[in-house]
């Protein structure tokens, strides 16, 4: 016999499920436009025929259009695609993660400074005579942000462990951080002549322009594991929410289970970052739309906000290609000006009062 | 009638908080005075400084053009300058923070940085200018305060809305501030290197460009939103309960809470424009000021003020003494951002929650 409340439950579940499976078809359909938006006339179900092809390792003869068709959307379509989702989805469930950890709705996966501290590494490399242009030299500028992007962050972790930080003063921390690596970046800025700060200046815009397989590896490996991380202690993420009083008295090891959050979500955002610059609007907007969707349990709101980023980030790259094509703008602008308004609206249609509890 | 043991203590406790305040805010004013000595500039000792402004206090002006120009043009409203901006952010930041109920908070919450940003953009770049004045400087500055204006009166627009909790509005705000963001950055994208350059710089925060002839109508806005702030801090402390207590106490929630955020938005544009963003003061001189007086706005609005006062003046004393000229936003941030955190370990147990 199954109660009431139990089938009650299952359909609670069901419905998640449902908005889950959603955002799967949402993503499979968008990245099939992504590949059909390819200038050679291949519709929507061949390109994803020539990327089956590819994969159970169909050979082409040489300078054939097939192998033409397939060079192109194997080599250059794909993995830019493939990088708007591992972002989408690092971004997003990093900013999960980090409005829970901090139990701060305006917290987001840069708030401790990753952000600033990786535009100072790579403000600085683009400085010191690094270039984008060469493979080498664009590696320096990346592991230089990363590097940068880790700093503020493990001065964080350090601090939290030898005194004892309640969130609030660990975002305090965190903002003062990026403040003064911002400040550094000012200064570093200001010393240099105007072609080299624009071009430092647009690194911080975020791109998936020149994604390659290479560059997607490395993101990929690191959001796999945090992604897999991130679901598997959703419970304990539930249960932070709740304060970290509760939180002990219900058996979680509060101080360890923050610490080793903090760094996989560390480590995750500044791979990310230094790989493609930063996506402001991901990590902040699209936890709290989710949330307004599928609710606060984390169980639920950490894979729908996976899936929500990658959508977004996929929709967001597809309109920065086309709207000025054959010219680009850059995905982080775009991400900003579409999600804003479709934000403010969902803010404003919505019906119950959001986040008045967090 | 005799004081009960409960009313004395808090008579006493307010007293300390009361002359705190008063030692901070002399010492202000004595630093500011003090900066205007800082000269690195061979031949102006601190006697012909002092002989200068005493010149000038008697309405007339020193012989020698340059000296009089760097002190008395330059330098003495920009140690007004600083006691304005300070003061100013840092009251906007105290206000907003319970307003919002949020740590986070600044005057630049509701987006004013970037829509001056924008404005500033929209001068450098393009050449628009919304009250075309001949004078390039005084564009961008026109440009940059009303576009400062256009977020604020979007989340006024949207706060009268029954569903809209503090979030809400806070997340609003950061909405709008990452459209003019994108929208700037897209000018960017084909703008020419050199003017990139200049937005850039604008956008440092400096109170160098302080000048007798812009410094008074900062003064005027700046004292009289705060005086206004003032005024209404009573009500925002009992709206920290909650809006709903609020309501039940009387308080006209919606009315205040919309006042509120319009003064800061006035007063912060104001600045702004005229500065450029100044970050990190709005958000932690109130933060400071918390840890010796506590979060009750009647405490805390003045100790606030006296507080961003005193660090903007000692960041820019450091700017002019000990660099070659670096803006005071980069000071405010490399220097402050370092004690900020010391204060917060150290003192800051129990500071906001």
């Given at each position: 016999m199954v109660s009431d409340l139990e089938m009650e439950y299952r359909a609670y579940t069901f419905r998640k499920l449902i908005i889950i499976f959603v955002f799967l078809i949402g993503i499979f359909i968008a990245a099939g436009i992504s590949l059909s938006i390819n200038g050679m006339d291949i519709g929507f179900w061949d390109c994803y025929n020539y990327v089956w092809n590819h994969i159970i390792g169909t050979e082409y003869e040489l300078r054939t259009p097939e192998w033409r068709a397939d060079y192109m959307l194997w080599n250059i379509r794909l993995p830019r695609i493939i990088m708007a989702i591992i972002v989408g989805i690092g971004l997003a469930s990093c900013g999960v993660a980090m409005q829970s950890l901090m139990s701060n709705p305006l917290a987001d996966p840069y708030t401790v400074g990753i952000s600033d501290g990786a535009c100072f590494g790579a403000v600085s490399a683009i400085v010191m005579g690094f270039t984008l242009t060469t493979a080498l030299s664009s590696m320096g500028v990346v592991i230089s942000a990363f590097i940068g992007g880790l700093i503020p962050a493990i001065i964080i972790i350090i601090l939290s462990r030898i005194v004892n930080l309640t969130p609030a003063t660990a975002i305090l921390v965190g903002i003062a951080l990026s403040y003064i690596f911002s400040g550094m970046e000012t200064v570093v800025m200001t010393s240099t002549d105007a072609d080299t700060l624009k071009a430092a200046y647009l690194w911080q815009i975020g791109t998936l322009n020149g994604a390659t397989w290479e560059k997607c590896l490395i993101p990929a490996i690191?959001?796999?594991?945090?992604?897999?991380?991130?679901?598997?202690?959703?419970?304990?993420?539930?249960?932070?929410?709740?304060?970290?009083?509760?939180?002990?008295?219900?058996?979680?090891?509060?101080?360890?289970?923050?610490?080793?959050?903090?760094?996989?979500?560390?480590?995750?955002?500044?791979?990310?970052?230094?790989?493609?610059?930063?996506?402001?609007?991901?990590?902040?907007?699209?936890?709290?739309?989710?949330r307004?969707?599928?609710?606060?349990?984390?169980?639920?709101?950490?894979?729908?906000?996976?899936?929500?980023?990658?959508?977004?980030?996929?929709?967001?790259?597809?309109i920065s290609r086309t709207v000025v094509y054959p010219d680009e703008l850059r995905v982080g602008l775009v991400a900003s000006i579409i999600g804003s308004p479709i934000f403010l609206y969902i803010i404003l249609k919505k019906k119950q009062r959001y986040g008045e509890v967090f | 009638m005799e004081m009960s043991e409960l009313e004395s203590k808090y008579r006493q406790w307010y007293s300390k908080k009361k002359t705190i305040t008063i030692a901070l805010f002399i010492v202000s004013l004595g630093l500011s005075f003090g900066s205007i000595f800082i000269v690195k500039f061979t031949g102006l000792t601190p006697n012909i400084v002092w002989d200068?402004?005493?010149?000038?206090?008697?309405?007339?002006?020193?012989?020698?053009?340059?000296?009089?120009?760097?002190?008395?043009?330059?330098?003495?409203?920009?140690?007004?300058?600083?006691?304005?901006?300070?003061?100013?952010?840092?009251?906007?930041?105290?206000?907003?923070?319970?307003?919002?109920?949020?740590?986070?908070?600044?005057?630049?919450?509701?987006?004013?940085?970037?829509?001056?940003?924008?404005?500033?953009?929209?001068?450098?770049?393009?050449?628009?200018?919304?009250?075309?004045?001949?004078?390039?400087?005084?564009?961008?500055?026109?440009?940059?305060?009303?576009?400062?204006?256009?977020?604020?009166?979007?989340?006024?627009?949207?706060?009268?809305?029954?569903?809209?909790?503090?979030?809400?509005?806070?997340?609003?705000?950061?909405?709008?501030?990452?459209?003019?963001?994108?929208?700037?950055?897209?000018?960017?994208?084909?703008?020419?290197?050199?003017?990139?350059?200049?937005?850039?710089?604008?956008?440092?925060?400096?109170?160098?460009?302080?000048r007798w002839d812009n410094i008074w109508i900062v003064t005027i806005t700046v004292l009289t939103s705060c005086i206004g702030l003032y005024a209404l801090c009573s009500k925002v402390t009992i709206m920290t309960s909650g809006d709903r207590s609020a309501r039940s106490m009387g308080v006209n929630t919606t009315v205040v809470r919309v006042a509120c955020l319009l003064l800061i938005a006035f007063q912060t544009a104001m600045i702004v424009s005229f500065t450029g963003t100044i970050g990190f003061m709005g958000l932690v001189a109130p933060h400071v000021a918390r840890i010796f007086?506590?979060?009750?706005?009647?405490?805390?609005?003045?100790?606030?003020?006296?507080?961003?006062?005193?660090?903007?003046?000692?960041?820019?004393?450091?700017?002019?003494?000990?660099?070659?000229?670096?803006?005071?936003?980069?000071?405010?941030?490399?220097?402050?951002?370092?004690?900020?955190?010391?204060?917060?370990?150290?003192g800051a147990k129990k500071v906001w929650y």
């Open positions: 690191i959001t796999a594991v945090c992604s897999a991380f991130l679901l598997f202690s959703s419970k304990n993420l539930n249960l932070l929410v709740l304060g970290d009083e509760s939180a002990k008295s219900l058996g979680l090891n509060v101080d360890q289970f923050r610490f080793l959050c903090m760094i996989v979500v560390s480590v995750t955002v500044a791979a990310l970052v230094s790989y493609v610059g930063i996506i402001g609007f991901v990590g902040l907007i699209i936890p709290h739309v989710i307004m969707i599928v609710g606060a349990n984390t169980k639920f709101l950490i894979p729908a906000s996976m899936l929500g980023g990658a959508l977004f980030l996929l929709v967001a790259d597809l | 200068i402004i005493v010149t000038h206090l008697n309405g007339g002006t020193y012989d020698v053009f340059y000296y009089d120009l760097i002190i008395w043009e330059y330098y003495t409203p920009r140690a007004i300058m600083c006691i304005i901006a300070g003061a100013g952010l840092a009251v906007g930041g105290a206000m907003m923070q319970t307003l919002m109920r949020n740590p986070l908070a600044d005057p630049y919450t509701t987006g004013v940085a970037s829509g001056a940003s924008f404005g500033a953009a929209l001068s450098i770049y393009l050449g628009i200018a919304i009250i075309p004045t001949g004078s390039n400087q005084m564009d961008i500055t026109i440009n940059a305060f009303f576009l400062s204006l256009i977020p604020t009166a979007a989340i006024v627009a949207i706060s009268k809305r029954k569903t809209i909790t503090p979030t809400t509005m806070i997340l609003a705000g950061i909405a709008i501030m990452y459209v003019f963001r994108a929208s700037t950055s897209i000018m960017t994208l084909t703008a020419s290197p050199e003017s990139v350059e200049s937005l850039y710089m604008w956008n440092v925060g400096t109170v160098s460009s302080a007086v506590g979060s009750n706005l009647k405490y805390l609005v003045p100790a606030s003020a006296v507080c961003g006062a005193f660090i903007l003046i000692c960041c820019d004393m450091v700017a002019k003494g000990l660099t070659s000229g670096l803006p005071v936003g980069v000071i405010t941030s490399v220097i402050g951002g370092p004690i900020f955190i010391i204060l917060l370990i150290k």
